[in-house]
């Protein structure tokens, strides 16, 4: 199958500061990416819709200017935290839809990011 | 969007078949199917995905009846690896996935 990674695996940091998560797919061009949260013992969220070359869609909640994204290219994404506080602590998993187009695409995930803000 | 309904959890012993039955009634004529896997602190991984009829790979088998209001993932000869959370999703390839709450197996030896 397609592959997606995450960098980094897990972070630490403080309350007040910003951190930049990356996903890139490896082995395919994903003019789509996802990015979702998950809390303990919950499912996945939505949280935004990234297209490559332009603005992302936002799920109604979260906070594009805190949670800013950037697809720079067809194989990178990135989800910055920013002015990070305790709460945002989660686990931060983006995946990227691999196809051409025809009904069926495929979403394939990456590993996910631990994020524990302090 | 498609919303899903699946159990929310299933006890199995190594070396049974287990079955998860999902509900979608009002899936789309675009939508497809799709289940995922996920292991604590992973990221979901793709199982299988279908339309119609049955589908299978080599770790799984998709049934889809005629009406495709339902879908059962059937999974043969489970381990203590299986042990893990299963997502049922559909949706069309210009639809965002919307996760449920998944089902959360357990395999006891």
């Known amino acids: 199958g397609a592959v997606v990674s995450q960098h980094p695996s897990r972070v630490i940091c403080k309350s007040g500061t910003s951190v930049k998560i990356e996903c890139r797919s490896l082995d395919f061009q994903a003019t789509t990416m996802f990015w979702y949260r998950q809390f303990p013992k919950q499912s996945l969220m939505l949280m935004a819709t990234?297209?490559?070359?332009?603005?992302?869609?936002?799920e109604q909640g979260v906070e594009k200017d805190k949670f800013l994204i950037n697809h720079a290219s067809l194989t990178l994404s990135t989800l910055t935290v920013t002015s990070a506080h305790p709460e945002d602590s989660s686990f931060y998993i983006c995946s990227a839809k691999r196809g051409s187009g025809s009904v069926g695409e495929t979403q394939y995930f990456g590993p996910g990011t631990r994020l524990l803000v302090l | 969007l498609a919303k899903t309904t699946q159990p929310i959890s299933m006890d199995s012993y190594e070396g049974q078949e287990v079955n998860i039955t999902c509900s979608h009634n009002?899936?789309?004529?675009?939508?497809?199917i799709t289940w995922y896997q996920q292991f604590p602190s992973q990221g979901p991984r793709f199982i299988i995905q279908g339309y119609k009829t049955k589908v299978t790979n080599e770790v799984a088998s998709l049934f889809i009846p005629a009406d495709r209001k339902s879908s059962t993932l059937s999974l043969p000869r489970v381990s203590l690896s299986d042990t893990a959370v299963y997502y049922c999703l559909v949706g069309g390839n210009t639809d965002k996935l919307i996760f449920g709450t998944g089902t959360r197996l357990q395999v006891f030896p």
């Open positions: 990234s297209n490559e070359g332009s603005k992302a869609t936002y």
């Open positions: 009002n899936i789309a004529t675009n939508d497809y």
